[in-house]
C-alpha cells in the first residue's frame, strides 16, 4: 500500500461515518436507530481503544441504552395515539341541502367537548340494490362507536342504513355487513311410530288451544285496570314501535317542561319530531299514556300522531321516552300569549279541538277486523295540551291522565282530584264524583268551555281593544291558586271567567259565548256534548260564510243574521 493509502482510508471513514449520522437522524424507530448507529460507527483500532476508554462501566451502558428505547418508543406511540382533545375531520353530505340551507357536501370539523369523543357517520338508503346517500358528518359521544375504524352497517334489513366510526374521514366508505346467523340443523328422522308421532305433535297442540280459549274469554270478561304498573318491570318499547328501525335520534332543543317530565325537539334523519322525556319516577303516567295511544282507532286527524315508545339508559339514570309528531307552533296557550286570532281562525280552532275530544268520547264497537274503540276521558284537558297545526288545526296530546272505559265495565282506579286546578270542574273541586264514564267526560266539557273562552278573549272580529291574553280565573285568583281558592271561587260563589258586552255585540261571537257558557254549566248534566259542539260552531261558521258581505278589510267585524237558531241541545253523554 502506498504512503497515500492510510490518508485516503482516513477520508472515506470520515464520510462515511458523516453520512451514517445524516442517515440515522431522519426520524427512525428504536430499532432501525440502534442498527443503524451500530452500522455506521466504524473507526479505527485507535479510536475504539480511546473510546472503550472513555465509556462507563457496561452496566451503566446497558441502562442507558434501555432508557433511550423505551423515550423513544414511547415517543413513537405518543405520536401514534390519538388524544380526546384531537381535532375530528369527517366527510359531509346531505341530500337535503336545499330545504335545510346547508352545503351539499364537504369536510365537516367535529367540535366536540375536552371530556367527549367525536365519530363520524354515515346513511343511507338501498333501493333496490341503488345506494342512495342520505347524510354524512360529525356524531355525538356514542359508546356504540368507540374504536371503529371502519364504517360498517349490521343491521338486517332497516329502511334507512346507519353506520358510524372513529378516525378522520373515516366515513369516506361505508359497508352493510349483517350479523352472520348460525345455519339451522335439521335433526335426522326419528324412528319412532307414526302413531306415537302424532300422538306427541297433536296432543300439546290440542291442550295449547285450549289455554288460549281460556286466555280469551277471560280477557274479554276481565281487563285489568289501567294506570297498575309493576314498578319492578323493566318497561320497553312497544311492539312495532318505527322508532327502533330509525336511526339516528338527536334532541336538539327542550321545547317545554311539566309536571310529569320535559319535552324536546328531536329529530329523526330529515322529520323533526317531539320527544317527552320522563323520569323513571313517572313510570306509570308514560306507560299510561303510552297504552292509550296504542288502543285501536287512536289513528284521527285532531289527536296527536304517535311514533313511539322506549327506555333510554340504565338503571338508576334511566329515562323513558315517548316520541311524536312535532309541530312549531306548539301549544294553543304559547300562541294566544303572543297572537290574536280572526273570526274564521276562531271557529277552525274551536271545531277541529271539538272534533278531536268528540272522537276521544266516542265507543266504536266496530272498526276494521274484530277491534273496539272504548270512550276515553283525557282529563287535563286545558289550552297547554292543545298544539296547533301549521294551518291552526288543533290536535288534542297528553293523555298521562287518560282512563278508558269498556263497555259493561268500571273504569278501574281513579282518582278524583286529578288534572289542573284551574280547570277543575266544580264536582272535581267539591270531591263529589260519579266514577261512571259520563261523569267523566262531562268533566272534560267544562274544560272546554274554559278553553273556548280562551280564544274568544283574543279574536279581533269584535270591533275594539284587545286584552292581554289571561288565564282561565287569572283576574279573579292570579297565575297560581290554592284548591281552596278555586273553591271558594267556582263553588261556593259559582264565579266563571268574564264574557265582555263588546264579545256580545259580535252575533257570532255571542252564539259563541252562548255555547261556552253551556258547557261550564255548574249542573254537569247540563253541559253539552263534545259532538254537539262541533255540530254548533260548524253551523255558525257556515252561516257567518253565507251571510258575510265581501270586505276588502281583514280586520273589519262580521255581519250576520241574528235570528240563526242553535243545533239542539242534544248530548252523546
Not at 90 to 116: F, H, I, L, R, W
Not at 317 to 329: P, Q, V
Not at 400 to 422: D, I, K, N, S, W
Not at 427 to 451: C, H, K, P, S, T
Amino acid at each position: 500500500m502506498s504512503p497515500a493509502d492510510p490518508a485516503r482510508r482516513r477520508r472515506e471513514e470520515q464520510r462515511t461515518e458523516e453520512q451514517g449520522q445524516l442517515y440515522c437522524s431522519g426520524g427512525w424507530g428504536s430499532r432501525q436507530l440502534l442498527k443503524c448507529w451500530r452500522r455506521t460507527r466504524r473507526t479505527t483500532g485507535e479510536e475504539q481503544e480511546e473510546q472503550q476508554r472513555a465509556l462507563p462501566p457496561p452496566e451503566e451502558q446497558k441502562m442507558r441504552l434501555v432508557v433511550l428505547l423505551l423515550l423513544l418508543q414511547g415517543g413513537e406511540c405518543a405520536g401514534s395515539g390519538r388524544g380526546g382533545a384531537d381535532t375530528q375531520r369527517c366527510q359531509y353530505y346531505n341530500v337535503n341541502y336545499e330545504m335545510e340551507k346547508t352545503n351539499q357536501s364537504g369536510v365537516e370539523v367535529c367540535e366536540g367537548e375536552a371530556d367527549k369523543r367525536s365519530h363520524c357517520y354515515a346513511s343511507w338508503r338501498n333501493a333496490s340494490g341503488a345506494i342512495q346517500l342520505v347524510k354524512k358528518g360529525c356524531w355525538l359521544d356514542d359508546f356504540n362507536c368507540y374504536d371503529r375504524s371502519d364504517c360498517v352497517a349490521t343491521e338486517d334489513n332497516p329502511e334507512v342504513f346507519f353506520c358510524c366510526c372513529e378516525g378522520n374521514f373515516c366515513n369516506e366508505k361505508f359497508i352493510h355487513l349483517p350479523d352472520p346467523r348460525s345455519p339451522v340443523i335439521k335433526a335426522p328422522p326419528s324412528s319412532v311410530d307414526v302413531l306415537n308421532v302424532l300422538i306427541y305433535c297433536l296432543s300439546p297442540a290440542a291442550m295449547l288451544s285450549v289455554v288460549l280459549l281460556i286466555a280469551v274469554w277471560m280477557y274479554r270478561h276481565r281487563k285489568p285496570p289501567y294506570g297498575h304498573v309493576d314498578i319492578s318491570e323493566d318497561p320497553g318499547a312497544p311492539p312495532g314501535s318505527p322508532l327502533l328501525s330509525l336511526k339516528p335520534l338527536q334532541l336538539l332543543e327542550v321545547k317545554a317542561m311539566g309536571r310529569f317530565g320535559c319535552v324536546w325537539k328531536g329529530q329523526i334523519l330529515n322529520e323533526y319530531v317531539a320527544v317527552k322525556i320522563f323520569p323513571i319516577q313517572n313510570k306509570e303516567s308514560w306507560q299510561n299514556e303510552r297504552d292509550v295511544f296504542l288502543t285501536p282507532g287512536m289513528r284521527h286527524e285532531n289527536i296527536l300522531r304517535f311514533i313511539g315508545a322506549e327506555r333510554r339508559g340504565s338503571h338508576p339514570e334511566s329515562e323513558l321516552w315517548l316520541i311524536s309528531e312535532f309541530h312549531e307552533r306548539g301549544s294553543l296557550s304559547d300562541f294566544l300569549k303572543g297572537n290574536v286570532v280572526s273570526w274564521s281562525e276562531l271557529c277552525h280552532i274551536a271545531e277541529s279541538m271539538a272534533r278531536g275530544l268528540a272522537y276521544l268520547h266516542e265507543d266504536i264497537p266496530h272498526l276494521k277486523g274484530d277491534r273496539h274503540k272504548p270512550a276515553i276521558a283525557h282529563r287535563d284537558f286545558k289550552s297547554k295540551n292543545i298544539i296547533l297545526r301549521s294551518d291552526l288545526t288543533a290536535v288534542i296530546a297528553d293523555f298521562g291522565l287518560a282512563v278508558c272505559f269498556e263497555a259493561g265495565e268500571p273504569p278501574g282506579e281513579t282518582h278524583g282530584q286529578v288534572g289542573t286546578r284551574r280547570y277543575m270542574a266544580p264536582e272535581v273541586l267539591e270531591g263529589a264524583i260519579n266514577f261512571q264514564r259520563d261523569a267523566f267526560l262531562r268533566i272534560d266539557m267544562y274544560a272546554v268551555g274554559l278553553v273556548l273562552w280562551e280564544v274568544v278573549s283574543r279574536c279581533r272580529a269584535a270591533d275594539g281593544p284587545l286584552d292581554q291574553y289571561l288565564l282561565p280565573f287569572e283576574e279573579e285568583v292570579g297565575q297560581h291558586p290554592t284548591l281552596e281558592d278555586l273553591q271558594e271561587v267556582v263553588v261556593h260563589k259559582k264565579m266563571r271567567p268574564t264574557i265582555k258586552e263588546l264579545w256580545l255585540k259580535h252575533s257570532g261571537l255571542a252564539q259563541i259565548c252562548e255555547t261556552v257558557e253551556e258547557c261550564w254549566d255548574h249542573d254537569a248534566e247540563a253541559r253539552l256534548s263534545a259532538g254537539c259542539v262541533e255540530e254548533r260552531i260548524s253551523q255558525i261558521r257556515r252561516h257567518a260564510a253565507a251571510t258575510t258581505a265581501p270586505t276588502s278589510d281583514a280586520n273589519a267585524a262580521v255581519t250576520m243574521v241574528t235570528n240563526l237558531e242553535p243545533p239542539p241541545k242534544e248530548s252523546s253523554l
